[in-house]
Structures are given as structure tokens and as C-alpha cells.
């Protein structure tokens, strides 16, 4: 697959999409200052229905069905080339500038044809068409989202965070903060057993070499509390939203209420509300997800492979019947 590269007309921005709501824009340092809006053409786009087709080089994909939308997002079921079931996910403009949806959309691409992982969702096309741009990814069964709500047995618990971590450690070695992993973007399928498969890299950050980087957009309910005192993310802040992640499936419900004001997310999260909460679970796991969801990054683990070594070392691990090395 060639490398995005920038086609189609020149910039303009579009008209169309609901503000966000649940994202936001971090802002701006003293001595910083936005670029002015510049007065562009705009354009007005037509989501797909059931039944379009889509086209690019490879082929054809037949839309059957939404699988679902979020934010920056909308994601389609088709049945495309060699008759095979596609989520191709639509980049939402969401009424920004042509440029900044065609750079969000090349990023995820690059990013997914460099990360080929077993539990990093598998892309096999990308294209534009009418002014949308496209992901044809591997179909999941469902998010994360769908298996929360009740308690999970620790042994299944530990078997997800296995293969997330694993995951999170090949995304690390690779510079990449994914900075979004949230039970939406957390994709399973099921084989012998569930498979875990990272989605989502719109946000996502390439280190550089660097120890953290300034986000320009976060997620408020999975915000690490680096990002809430000083506005920056790193690979321990992807630690500690997979720490809230293990303490969902453990407990059945978030660490942070899902309808927390704001200013009430900022104080609990600032004030190590989550930690607190994990450590009254009262069990090694709990413990354990407690560590990861210190406030200061230096008592967190230093890296997903060091979460490993202490989950795996656990009973419920080590006496399992399920999920067995084969
Ligand atoms: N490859 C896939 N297979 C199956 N379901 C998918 C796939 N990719 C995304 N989904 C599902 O489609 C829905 C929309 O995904 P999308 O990434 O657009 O939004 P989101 O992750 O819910 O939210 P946001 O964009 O705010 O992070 C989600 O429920 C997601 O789990």
C-alpha cells in the first residue's frame, strides 16, 4: 500500500458534524497563540448509507450495516474484495479544515501499515472518495465496552491485560504513545479465546526520542494525572489508562464515575481517587492495578513488560485452567 500523501482539491473545510463534547482541546501555554481562522470554501459531504459503495484501487465495499460512531469517527460493516467482511471507519470531519482530517487520516494509516502486531488492529486499505477518507481495518466482534458492566474472573482479567500489554510494550519500543485507550478503542475477537486488539491511533503521539510530549487533544475520562497538572502525556500515562482499563473488567464499573462534572473528574483524578479505589478491592490484583494508578509516574511500573512479570507471577494466574500456553 503506498504512503498517504495529500489529494484532492485544495484546502477548505467542512460543513457538517456535532462539536465535540467529550474530547477537548488542551490550551495553549502563555506565548503561544493559535493561528487565525482563515475564511475557506466549504464543502458539504454525504455519509455513506446502507447499501453504498465504496471504491478504491483494490476494489469495491458494499456497506451493510454502522457498527457504530464515535467522536472523529464513524464505522462502517461492508463486505469488500475477495468477498470478505471490512470495519472500514470513516474519518468524521467534524467541520474542520480539509487538511487537518486528510493529516489525521494519513497519520492512522502510517502508523497502522508500521505497527503489524497481533493485538494491533489489522488495516488492509486506505483511501479518499467524495472528500472522505477511509480505513479498511480487520472486523472485530466487539469493543471492550461489551464485556463490562459485571465483574470478570480474574483469570479472563489477566489474559486481556496480558495481550494489551503485550501490545502497549510493542507500541512503547516503537516511540508511540497511543494516548486513547479507552474500552471503545480496546477491540476483541474471538477465537480459541478473546483476542485483544488495539484500535484508534488518531490521537496517538511519536515520542522522537523524547521522555513525554504536550498533547492537543485529551480524553477527559481516562486523563493520567500528568495531564491534568501539566498538560503532558508518556508512555507511563498509557500505563495508567490501562490501569483504569484492568480495574473496569475486575470491578464491573470505572474507577471514575462516567458522569463526573469536570471539575469533579479534575479533583478525584488529581487527588488519586482511582488509586484509593484499587487498593480497597483488597486482592494482589488489586494491589497491583493500585501501583499503576499511582498519581506520580515514578511509583508507577516503568514499563508494560515490568507489569507483566508481577501479574503473571500472581495465583490466579499460575493456577489457571483457562488459557494455557499452547
Ligand atoms: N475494526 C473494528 N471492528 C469492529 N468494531 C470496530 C472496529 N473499529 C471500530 N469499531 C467500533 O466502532 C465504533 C466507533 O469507533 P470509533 O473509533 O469511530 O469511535 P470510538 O472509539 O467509540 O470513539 P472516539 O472516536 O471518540 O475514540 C466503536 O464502538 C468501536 O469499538
Given at each position: 500500500m503506498a504512503a498517504p500523501t495529500m489529494i484532492g482539491p485544495p484546502p477548505m473545510s467542512?460543513?457538517?458534524?456535532?462539536?465535540?463534547?467529550?474530547?477537548?482541546?488542551?490550551?495553549?501555554?502563555?506565548?503561544f497563540h493559535s493561528t487565525p481562522a482563515m475564511a475557506m470554501p466549504r464543502i458539504t459531504v454525504q455519509y455513506p448509507q446502507?447499501?453504498?459503495?465504496?471504491?478504491?484501487?483494490?476494489?469495491?465495499?458494499?456497506?451493510?450495516?454502522?457498527?457504530?460512531?464515535?467522536?472523529?469517527?464513524?464505522?462502517?460493516?461492508?463486505?469488500?474484495?475477495?468477498?470478505?467482511v471490512y470495519a472500514v471507519k470513516m474519518i468524521r470531519p467534524a467541520n474542520r479544515p480539509y487538511g487537518e482530517v486528510h493529516a489525521e487520516w494519513a497519520r492512522e494509516v502510517q502508523r497502522l501499515m508500521l505497527l503489524r502486531h497481533p493485538n494491533v488492529v489489522f488495516?488492509?486499505?486506505?483511501?479518499?472518495?467524495?472528500?472522505?477518507?477511509?480505513?479498511?481495518?480487520?472486523?472485530?466482534?466487539h469493543p471492550l465496552t461489551a464485556m463490562l458492566g459485571h465483574p470478570m474472573q480474574e483469570g479472563l482479567v489477566i489474559e486481556l491485560a496480558r495481550q494489551l500489554l503485550a501490545a502497549v510494550q510493542f507500541l512503547h519500543d516503537n516511540d508511540i504513545v497511543h494516548d486513547d485507550l479507552h474500552p471503545g478503542n480496546v477491540l476483541i475477537s474471538h477465537a480459541d479465546r478473546p483476542i485483544v486488539k488495539?484500535?484508534?491511533?488518531?490521537?496517538?503521539?511519536?515520542l522522537r526520542g523524547a521522555p513525554a510530549i504536550r498533547p492537543n487533544v485529551v480524553h477527559?475520562?481516562?486523563?493520567?494525572?500528568?495531564?491534568?497538572?501539566?498538560?503532558?502525556?508518556?508512555?507511563?500515562?498509557?500505563?495508567?489508562?490501562?490501569?483504569?482499563?484492568?480495574y473496569w473488567m475486575l470491578t464491573g464499573t470505572p474507577a471514575l464515575a462516567l458522569e463526573l462534572?469536570?471539575?469533579?473528574?479534575?479533583?478525584?483524578?488529581?487527588?488519586?481517587?482511582?488509586?484509593?479505589?484499587?487498593e480497597q478491592i483488597g486482592t494482589p490484583l488489586g494491589h497491583l492495578i493500585a501501583k499503576m494508578l499511582r498519581?506520580?509516574?515514578?511509583?508507577?511500573?516503568?514499563s508494560a513488560r515490568e507489569v507483566w512479570a508481577d501479574l503473571r507471577a500472581l495465583p490466579a494466574w499460575q493456577n489457571r485452567d483457562l488459557f494455557r500456553a499452547k
Amino acid at each position: 500500500m503506498a504512503a498517504p500523501t495529500m489529494i484532492g482539491p485544495p484546502p477548505m473545510s467542512y460543513r457538517e458534524g456535532a462539536p465535540s463534547t467529550s474530547m477537548q482541546a488542551v490550551p495553549m501555554p502563555a506565548g503561544f497563540h493559535s493561528t487565525p481562522a482563515m475564511a475557506m470554501p466549504r464543502i458539504t459531504v454525504q455519509y455513506p448509507q446502507v447499501g453504498a459503495i465504496l471504491t478504491s484501487a483494490r476494489g469495491h465495499y458494499e456497506v451493510q450495516s454502522v457498527v457504530g460512531s464515535g467522536e472523529f469517527g464513524a464505522v462502517y460493516e461492508c463486505v469488500g474484495p475477495f468477498d470478505q467482511v471490512y470495519a472500514v471507519k470513516m474519518i468524521r470531519p467534524a467541520n474542520r479544515p480539509y487538511g487537518e482530517v486528510h493529516a489525521e487520516w494519513a497519520r492512522e494509516v502510517q502508523r497502522l501499515m508500521l505497527l503489524r502486531h497481533p493485538n494491533v488492529v489489522f488495516i488492509y486499505d486506505a483511501f479518499e472518495e467524495n472528500f472522505l477518507y477511509y480505513l479498511a481495518l480487520e472486523r472485530c466482534d466487539h469493543p471492550l465496552t461489551a464485556m463490562l458492566g459485571h465483574p470478570m474472573q480474574e483469570g479472563l482479567v489477566i489474559e486481556l491485560a496480558r495481550q494489551l500489554l503485550a501490545a502497549v510494550q510493542f507500541l512503547h519500543d516503537n516511540d508511540i504513545v497511543h494516548d486513547d485507550l479507552h474500552p471503545g478503542n480496546v477491540l476483541i475477537s474471538h477465537a480459541d479465546r478473546p483476542i485483544v486488539k488495539i484500535s484508534d491511533f488518531g490521537i496517538s503521539h511519536e515520542l522522537r526520542g523524547a521522555p513525554a510530549i504536550r498533547p492537543n487533544v485529551v480524553h477527559h475520562k481516562i486523563m493520567a494525572p500528568e495531564v491534568v497538572a501539566a498538560g503532558y502525556t508518556s508512555k507511563q500515562s498509557d500505563l495508567y489508562q490501562v490501569g483504569l482499563l484492568l480495574y473496569w473488567m475486575l470491578t464491573g464499573t470505572p474507577a471514575l464515575a462516567l458522569e463526573l462534572p469536570y471539575q469533579e473528574l479534575i479533583r478525584q483524578v488529581g487527588g488519586g481517587e482511582p488509586r484509593r479505589r484499587a487498593e480497597q478491592i483488597g486482592t494482589p490484583l488489586g494491589h497491583l492495578i493500585a501501583k499503576m494508578l499511582r498519581r506520580r509516574e515514578v511509583y508507577r511500573y516503568t514499563s508494560a513488560r515490568e507489569v507483566w512479570a508481577d501479574l503473571r507471577a500472581l495465583p490466579a494466574w499460575q493456577n489457571r485452567d483457562l488459557f494455557r500456553a499452547k
